[in-house]
């Protein structure tokens, strides 16, 4: 089955350290995408990708990397200079030029 | 910049009740219209769609009509059930560069009782 996986389902981190949050796609989608979900507060926008070795940051990527060295992967990796990252995290994909997304099962980011 | 604008819950209905969910939108151009439905503890999945005005998206009973002269995609449902209890999100995204981006906005939860 086509889809988009996201792992872990739940990670918790100590202050100070970086986590790495893992998303996979087989859907031969060219865009990839990351969002940060709070409550109350939809999606935000973290960094998105068109095309391998590629990358634009997102409306809140201030304590956030990335990386696209496959079409298939793009993970996200959450730094200790993100201030509060407590979250849940969303990654989607969707192909290039258009504009419906497709959406993994999210992973909820705890700081202990 | 793009906005999308839509009514804050929490909603409860009674079982077969009709739903109405406002979605408002600010954009230049001609943005596609989205509702994504978010189950509890699961990812986005995209309910409905239109890109053009006047057009209707509709799916699992839900429809929502894209309205260009009132800058509105409002969700509705005849009769809801205990199953579509789940948070909505009204999404845009815009025409012509930047076309990739979804702007969300906040959700609306909706809770239906037996």
Known sequence: ?112 | GNSVTQMEGPVTLSEEAFLTINCTYTATGYPSLFWYVQYPGEGLQLLLKATKADDKGSNKGFEATYRKETTSFHLEKGSVQVSDSAVYFCALSGSGAGSYQLTFGKGTKLSVIP
């Open chain 1, 1 to 112: 089955d086509g889809g988009i996986t996201q792992s872990p389902k739940y990670l918790f981190r100590k202050e100070g350290q970086n986590v790495t949050l893992s998303c996979e796609q087989n859907l031969n989608h060219d865009a990839m995408y990351w969002y940060r979900q709070d409550p109350g507060q939809g999606l935000r926008l973290i960094y998105y990708s068109q095309i391998v070795n590629d990358f634009q940051k997102g409306d809140i990527a201030e304590g956030y990397s990335v990386s696209r060295e496959k079409k298939e992967s793009f993970p996200l990796t959450v730094t200790s200079a993100q201030k509060n990252p407590t979250a849940f995290y969303l990654c989607a994909s969707a192909r290039l030029g258009v504009n419906e997304q497709f959406f993994g099962p999210g992973t909820r980011l705890t700081v202990l």
